[in-house]
């Protein structure tokens, strides 16, 4: 199996206690909390979903098997939920995890060695790569088939016009 199928996926964030009996807030990623229904556990198993539910927010309101009461909910403050990449849906033709851009080796049309892929940002026109060089100058692509014509699970191809500091 591919490594990168393995690597933990994050999924929400644990934003802190919500009352007194060991229910936490989440801040949601992704398919937000359709997404996180499919999962019953988290964190390699470490978390275990008894009750979820939409707090009205864009977030979510969690009770897990393991935590019991506020304090245990507050020592998870920050934690993030994972799951596995291998456990994720597959997607459409032309459409991504950002697990699996992140960390892409990118080269340009040109075949120049670019840099890796280190962060994916969305400003509200659409994902937008952020690209290290090895001198750790950086870049920024949008991720449209004009900027990026090409990607699979080694690397992201740029076009080069596109490649500039």
């Not at 979510?60 to 934690?79: K, M, P, V, W, Y």
């Not at 060695?113 to 692509?141: Q, S, W, Y």
């Not at 699979?152 to 076009?159: A, F, M, S």
Request: aromatic residues 6%; hydrophobic residues 40%; charged residues 30%.
């Amino acid at each position: 199996m591919n490594l990168k199928q393995d690597r933990p996926v994050t999924l929400a964030a644990i934003a802190g206690a919500h009352g007194v009996t060991g229910e936490v807030r989440l801040k949601l990623f992704g398919d937000g909390l359709v997404g996180l229904k499919r999962y019953a556990s988290f964190n390699d198993g470490k978390l275990t979903i008894e009750k979820l539910k939409d707090d009205g927010k864009g977030g979510a309101i969690a009770r897990f098997a393991e935590i019991t009461d506020r304090n245990g909910a507050e020592a998870l403050r920050s934690t993030t939920l994972t799951v596995p990449r291998s456990s994720l849906p597959d997607l459409p033709e032309g459409e991504y995890y950002h697990a699996d851009i992140i960390g892409l080796a990118a080269i340009s049309t040109a075949g120049e060695a670019l840099g890796t892929c280190i962060a994916i940002e969305n400003f509200g026109a659409g994902d937008v790569i952020e690209i290290e060089r090895p001198d750790k100058k950086r870049f920024m692509v949008p991720m449209r088939a004009e900027a990026v014509p090409e990607w699979n699970d080694e690397r992201l191809v740029i076009e080069a016009a596109y490649a500039v500091d």
